[in-house]
């Protein structure tokens, strides 16, 4: 079975779908690995580390796909990208079904059996291939990089000759797995870290962090799977009344609230963020489905009174060393959960199987996916 891996072409990806250790894996099970010359680039792995693994390189995309079985990346293909697909074959990657409506329509059409890591089940069997997690993981420990770099102040309290620095004060707003991993990364900094989330249940897990939770008079919002559900216009009202004044007091607010395949909730007014002092900082990681705060532009940081809003674009692909390696271990454990004996074997009776599937034999199949296709 032939596995291809192209660059990938979106202008801001950085991050490659095979590294040389998961290929080595892959052809260990008797898979026939092909990288695009290239490819790792962008993640600092050059063509020479691919080729050691037992990978064969090919200079041209069209030469690389037109035979492939399996086709690995990251971001979902473009339109010139899927008419290179042979009928037939599977793809992995992020499809984004939301916002990639028409893709997902192509490959249908094209007979491709598609599959979108951000649908995978949230079972135990498939944390090996969690990808939306690896990846959350890394834009949350660098979202307060990216906050500290901007902000004015020291984040650890200093006790100097001059005087004592009071310590940063740094909010965070979700406590999913890149919330959590914020909460981590600002505490280990030094700065007085709360957080919240509309789940009571991570309460515990904000503390053992050294987070404070702050909890608001409102009802619990837990959904399936331990992401939250999406919220009712009026319960999001009520929340952003109840925070506002949370978000006034911080110096660093990170907002890490989606909901997979929707848009992304808003927590942060306009209003809230006027009231906010000047030299504070705000990293909104949900730019790009929307946003959490009412004024950030997605790709671009905004000045509004002296309060910098961060809404840069695909945080993980900002440290792609780190994410293609973890990325490209949940891409292979997927694969090789889908291949036996040497070749795809399609069980839809499998949880993981049919959860991550989204277009198969020329339909969409996947119906979260049929449903916000159909309503784009």
Known sequence: MKVATPKELAHDERRVAVVPDTATKLIAAKLEVSVEAGAGAGAF????????????????????????????????????????????????SFLQPATQGDIVKALARRGVTAFSLELLPRISRAQSMDALSSQASAAGYKAVLMAGERLGKFF????????????????????????????????????????????????????????????????????????????SEEFLRKQRELIGEHVARSDVVITTAAVPGRRAPLLVTGDMVKGMRPGSVIVDLASETGGNVELTEAGKDVDVNGVTIIGTRNVPSTMPLATSQLYARNVANLLLHLVKDGAINLDFADEITKGACVTHDGEIVNERAKQVVSAA
């Open 45 to 92: 792995i050059p063509d020479e580390a691919y080729e050691k693994a037992g990978a064969r390189l090919v200079t041209h995309a069209a030469d690389l796909v037109n035979d492939a079985d399996v086709v690995l990346k990251v971001q979902a293909p473009m339109p010139s990208e899927v008419e290179l697909l042979p009928k037939g074959s599977a793809l992995i």
């Open 156 to 231: 650890p309290m200093m006790m100097t000759a001059a005087g004592t620095v009071a310590p940063a004060r740094v909010l965070v707003m979700g406590a999913g797995v890149a919330g959590l991993q914020a909460i981590a990364t600002a505490r280990r900094l030094g700065a007085v870290v709360s957080a919240y989330d509309v789940r009571p249940a991570v309460k515990e897990e904000v503390q053992s962090l050294g987070g404070t939770f702050i909890e608001l008079a409102l009802e619990t919002q837990e959904g399936e799977g331990g992401y939250a559900r999406e919220q």
